[in-house]
């Protein structure tokens, strides 16, 4: 099929206005599926199926006939969600334009904001798609009027289709071929594509999603990569209809999966440009890696299973190559590791993985932030070989009178609200510590407010709140907006004097009494009474902010028996101690292994 021909297009949408099933509706249309199949083809991880949502890119590439002519569309599904920007503005690239879809009922939405952006930025062409008009109370009119506010979009260039029951699907169709154009792309030598994707396979290792920009590739070529210069021979081609179909060459504007024995994410780099063995081209996009913002520990739930765990987050890595991986130890869950994620629900979404995929069972730790530390004491300086230590293990905080100065990571989020929740969702960002930058009304009914908040505020919970608080109808959207100045401390618990490490963690100062209560408090009802009494303190620095006191209590299990039967008596006893072994002693006390899981758990 000549380059005129083709069309390389992707749907962004924000979560649950209809991305997938529309993706299925253009796929049995154009007979690359069977009709009525059900499921999401494009949305093949159980993970995805569970949560309804996309998470990995894939790519369909299908046949569909315009006018007595044969198109070939690549449709490159990109992820609705937040945290995976990375994956949408990477899947974008490969793309010549976009389908806008808008859910005719909620509305423009915080991703359909950020997406929007990130397609303007790019110059794709946007063909704006109005979804779920079957529905009796969806109001295109009005969705079409905030697209004109919001983007300037022509309301006569709006689509209204239903992608559940299948009609306007052929005229959107007909819109990709007619608006977007066919790539910009040369099919004489030298070969030249760009990675957009990539996964694991067990049989065949890395396997490469390239969209090719010049020239072509045959099966047995030797390929290179442009950033590791190692080069790899090509060992199989194959397209995705959506399901692999082999082909001996590939040619430019063409989107395929290719083979060549890569075996992990070192080696297979989503942005990465691949070219011919020896020969020189100009690099697909400049690449610019997502940094992780979010850190959390993970540890087998016995270290037992210590290597099968290794072995899955080697393997899902590879797939989502924006983790970053450190290896951390615990006293209390000992050998694990500290996990970088771009997001709370890329975290989430990782660590369902790990144990649906894998079957592992692992302990997550409450995540956190990279602070950053600007030390003054000339002395640790020169131990630490810098002036700026980046830090998210509390264990490491510094003492205060070696520090100049304390920053913390700040977003830019988005919010869109029905105007009825505005006065909740306003408390909301105050109480997180944000600060409201503008706001502006998309209808009489509809706002758009942007806040700059500490991103500590809003990995825990912000959005489940937001959610709550609006019954559903806000919608949330964050980018990094930099380092700040900040005030924070270490706040620490005491056993009866005694700092328990793993329990201290940083916190804004404005925080402190609140997070020390609730941690003395949840202590309380943790940890089992014992011989001697317990108190448990929250300190910051020498200053105790909050206190609790566990009585004492002995727990004779013996007590019920009449003299005797030794034997039996011994049984006990033993029992007891069996039970003593999986604890940790701080200063007499026995904190059990599940009172940590408990309380380092997200
Ligand atoms: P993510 O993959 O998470 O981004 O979601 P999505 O945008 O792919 O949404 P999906 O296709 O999973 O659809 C979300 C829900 O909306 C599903 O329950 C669909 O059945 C429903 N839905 C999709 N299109 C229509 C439509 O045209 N009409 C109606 N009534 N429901 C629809």
């Known amino acids: 099929i000549p380059v005129e021909r083709i069309r390389n297009f992707s749907i962004i949408a924000h979560v649950d206005h209809g991305k997938s099933t529309l993706a299925d509706r253009i796929l049995e249309l154009t007979?690359?599926?069977?009709?009525?199949?059900?499921?999401?083809?494009?949305?093949?991880?159980?993970?995805?199926?569970?949560?309804?949502?996309?998470?990995?890119?894939?790519?369909?590439?299908?046949?569909?006939?315009?006018?007595?002519?044969?198109?070939?569309?690549?449709?490159?599904?990109?992820?609705?969600?937040?945290?995976?920007?990375?994956?949408?503005?990477?899947?974008?690239?490969?793309?010549?334009?976009?389908?806008?879809?808008?859910?005719?009922?909620?509305?423009?939405?915080?991703?359909?904001?950020?997406?929007?952006y990130l397609a303007k930025m790019r110059n794709l062409v946007i063909i704006p798609v109005l979804n779920k008009i079957d529905i009796k109370h969806?109001?295109?009119?009005?969705?079409?009027?905030?697209?004109?506010?919001?983007?300037?979009?022509?309301?006569?260039?709006?689509?209204?289709?239903?992608?559940?029951?299948?009609?306007?699907?052929?005229?959107?169709?007909?819109?990709?071929?007619?608006?977007?154009?066919?790539?910009?792309?040369?099919?004489?030598?030298?070969?030249?594509?760009?990675?957009?994707?990539?996964?694991?396979?067990?049989?065949?290792?890395?396997?490469?999603?390239?969209?090719?920009?010049?020239g072509s590739l045959r099966v047995g070529q030797e390929i290179q990569s442009m950033i590791t210069k190692k080069s790899y021979p090509v060992k199989g081609i194959t397209i995705l209809r959506p399901k692999e179909d082999p082909i001996e060459t590939i040619s430019a504007g063409q989107v395929g999966l290719i083979?060549?024995?890569?075996?992990?994410?070192?080696?297979?780099?989503?942005?990465?440009?691949?070219?011919?063995?020896?020969?020189?081209?100009?690099?697909?996009?400049?690449?610019?890696?997502?940094?992780?913002?979010?850190?959390?520990?993970?540890?087998?739930?016995?270290?037992?299973?210590?290597?099968?765990?290794?072995?899955?987050?080697e393997k899902l890595v590879l797939n989502d190559s924006a983790v970053t991986v450190n290896v951390d130890s615990s006293p209390a869950l000992?050998?694990?590791?500290?996990?970088?994620?771009?997001?709370?629900?890329?975290?989430?979404?990782?660590?369902?993985?790990?144990?649906?995929?894998?079957?592992?069972?692992?302990?997550?730790?409450?995540?956190?932030?990279?602070?950053?530390?600007?030390?003054?004491?000339?002395?640790?300086?020169?131990?630490?070989?810098?002036?700026?230590?980046?830090?998210?293990?509390?264990?490491?905080?510094?003492?205060?009178?070696?520090?100049?100065?304390?920053?913390?990571?700040?977003?830019?989020?988005?919010?869109?609200?029905?105007?009825?929740?505005?006065?909740?969702?306003?408390?909301?960002?105050?109480?997180?510590?944000?600060?409201?930058?503008?706001?502006?009304?998309?209808?009489?009914?509809?706002?758009?407010?942007?806040?700059?908040?500490?991103?500590?505020?809003i990995i825990l919970d912000f959005n489940d709140h937001l959610k709550s608080l609006s019954s559903g109808y806000a919608s949330f959207n964050y980018e990094d907006h930099g380092y700040h100045l900040t005030n924070i401390v270490r706040l620490d618990i005491h056993l009866n004097g005694r700092p328990v490490e793993e329990f201290c963690r940083i916190v804004h100062v404005s925080k402190a009494t609140t997070i020390a209560r609730e941690m003395v408090a949840k202590l309380q009802e943790l940890i089992p009474r014992q011989m001697v009494q317990i108190a448990i303190q929250a300190c910051v620095g020498g200053k105790v902010l909050a206190r609790e006191t566990i009585k004492a209590y002995r727990k004779d299990v013996t007590a019920k028996l009449y003299g005797g039967d030794v034997t039996r008596r011994m049984k006990l006893l033993k029992q007891q101690a069996e039970g003593k072994k999986k604890m940790r002693m701080f200063a007499n006390i026995r904190v059990p292994h599940e009172t940590f899981i408990k309380v380092l758990k997200r």
Not at 47 to 54: A, D, F, L, M, Y
Not at 146 to 169: E, H, R
Not at 266 to 293: C, W, Y
Not at 426 to 454: A, F, T
Request: glycine share 6%; hydrophobic share 40%.
């Open 31 to 116: 007979g690359a599926i069977a009709q009525n199949s059900g499921a999401q083809v494009l949305d093949s991880l159980q993970v995805e199926r569970e949560r309804g949502i996309t998470v990995k890119a894939q790519t369909a590439s299908i046949f569909h006939t315009y006018k007595n002519e044969k198109y070939l569309l690549n449709l490159i599904d990109t992820p609705g969600h937040v945290d995976f920007a990375n994956e949408v503005s990477r899947s974008l690239a490969a793309c010549d334009g976009v389908i806008l879809l808008v859910d005719a009922c909620h509305g423009i939405q915080a991703q359909t904001v950020a997406n929007y």
């Open 138 to 214: 969806a109001n295109p009119e009005r969705v079409c009027k905030d697209l004109y506010n919001l983007f300037g979009i022509d309301p006569n260039s709006v689509l209204k289709i239903s992608a559940k029951l299948g009609t306007g699907i052929d005229a959107v169709l007909d819109r990709v071929i007619e608006k977007i154009t066919p790539p910009q792309v040369d099919r004489k030598p030298p070969f030249r594509a760009l990675i957009f994707d990539s996964w694991f396979d067990k049989y065949r290792g890395a396997l490469n999603l390239i969209c090719v920009l010049n």
């Open 259 to 313: 083979a060549c024995n890569m075996r992990n994410s070192k080696e297979s780099i989503i942005g990465d440009t691949i070219h011919l063995k020896n020969e020189t081209v100009k690099a697909a996009i400049r690449f610019k890696p997502q940094q992780p913002m979010v850190f959390a520990g993970v540890y087998p739930a016995d270290q037992s299973k210590h290597v099968p765990l290794r072995g899955a987050i």
């Open 334 to 457: 000992g050998q694990g590791w500290r996990l970088g994620f771009l997001g709370l629900l890329h975290m989430e979404v990782f660590c369902q993985r790990l144990e649906q995929e894998y079957g592992t069972e692992p302990i997550i730790t409450a995540p956190s932030v990279t602070y950053r530390i600007i030390l003054k004491n000339p002395k640790m300086i020169k131990q630490m070989g810098k002036e700026c230590l980046e830090l998210s293990n509390a264990a490491l905080f510094p003492e205060p009178f070696n520090v100049k100065e304390y920053y913390e990571p700040l977003v830019k989020g988005t919010i869109i609200t029905p105007t009825e929740y505005l006065g909740q969702i306003i408390s909301l960002c105050v109480d997180r510590r944000g600060i409201q930058e503008s706001s502006i009304n998309i209808d009489d009914d509809r706002i758009l407010m942007k806040y700059i908040l500490p991103l500590s505020e």
